[in-house]
Each structure stands twice: as structure tokens, then as C-alpha cells.
């Protein structure tokens, strides 16, 4: 039960809380499986099967192992720290236009190089070292191409994050 009124002098249970129903196991409410003060963290666990059953469910199980076979598991030995980029490339060109992109490091140094891939077909269509610019960007200027969708991705020497966006190019492009 997830709520409950006061009718005609009685207590009714109710299946839902202000007129919804807000799921969970059949057992235990979704919003009490979550203690408030960890609500915001988004660390719920779900096991499809029967609160009473959740201890001999297979899944639960093997989330249990892992946590605690994860206790001492360092991953920085395995990943090293990563660094992530600012992408800033337009929505829409025109055919005969070179597409501008520029990208931010959170850390400097290191070569950063971008593609621009048909976003259909995945096939590649350029690519080009980013070249320092003012402010901390780097930038380059990539096409012209065809009319179309297209991937760019710009990614760097070592411990960068790659990050994409897409554009499009038109026939004719709308004002900016």
C-alpha cells in the first residue's frame, strides 16, 4: 500500500499515492526503497522478482559479489585520468561553406585533431590537426562538403575524452 484516507470515520489503504501508482515490487513502494537521504544520488539497484525473493535471486547475487569483490579495486592503476573537451561547431552550413570547429581542452597541451564522417554511412570525409586559437580554443576549418548530415568528432593525444556533435549542410542555409 502506498498511501492511505480517512473515509466516513475509517482508515482506507490505498494501492497509489494521489491517485497514481508509483510502482516498485508489490511489496515495497519504489519510494521507500530508497532512503531519503541517498534519493538524489541515483544509486537504485532493480532485480525483477518478488521482495520476499530478492536474497535467492540470481541477479541480486551476482550485483551483491561485485560489490563486495569491488571493495579494494583501484581503477585508476587501469584507466588514467581523462580530460574533456568544449565543442563549439554551427547547426546548419551551406553547401560551398567550410564548417568551423572549434574545440576547448580542460588541460592544455597535446595535438587535437578533428573528422567530420558522413552521419548516415559512417564513411570518413575529412580530417585536420585543430591549430591554438584566442581564448584557449583550437580550431580548423574542415569541407566544403555536399548536402547531407554529418558526424563531427574531435579527439586528442592521450588522456582526452573525444567528444561529437552533428551538423547539417543545406543547399541554401538560413540566416544566422
Not at 561485485?66 to 580530460?83: N, W
Request: charge should be negative.
Amino acid at each position: 500500500m502506498q498511501s492511505a484516507r480517512l473515509r466516513g470515520g475509517r482508515l482506507e489503504v490505498l494501492a497509489t499515492l494521489a491517485g497514481e501508482d508509483q510502482d516498485g515490487d508489490g511489496t515495497v513502494p519504489r519510494i521507500s526503497a530508497t532512503p531519503l537521504e541517498l534519493s538524489a544520488q541515483r544509486r537504485e539497484t532493480y532485480v525483477a522478482n518478488r521482495h520476499a525473493s530478492l536474497q535467492n535471486s540470481e541477479s541480486t547475487l551476482v550485483q551483491l559479489a561485485g560489490l563486495l569483490a569491488d571493495v579494494d579495486l583501484d581503477v585508476s592503476a587501469y584507466y588514467g585520468p581523462r580530460f574533456r573537451l568544449g565543442l563549439d561547431v554551427d547547426d546548419a552550413f551551406a553547401t560551398g561553406e567550410p564548417v568551423s570547429v572549434r574545440a576547448k581542452p580542460e588541460d592544455e597541451g597535446g595535438t587535437l585533431r578533428a573528422a567530420v564522417a558522413d552521419a548516415v554511412t559512417g564513411e570518413l570525409r575529412a580530417q585536420a590537426p585543430l591549430r591554438p586559437d584566442v581564448g584557449g580554443w583550437c580550431s580548423a576549418q574542415l569541407g566544403p562538403f555536399a548536402e547531407g548530415s554529418y558526424r563531427v568528432t574531435v579527439w586528442g593525444d592521450g588522456a582526452v575524452e573525444p567528444v561529437s556533435d552533428v551538423f547539417a549542410v543545406l543547399h541554401e542555409c538560413p540566416a544566422r
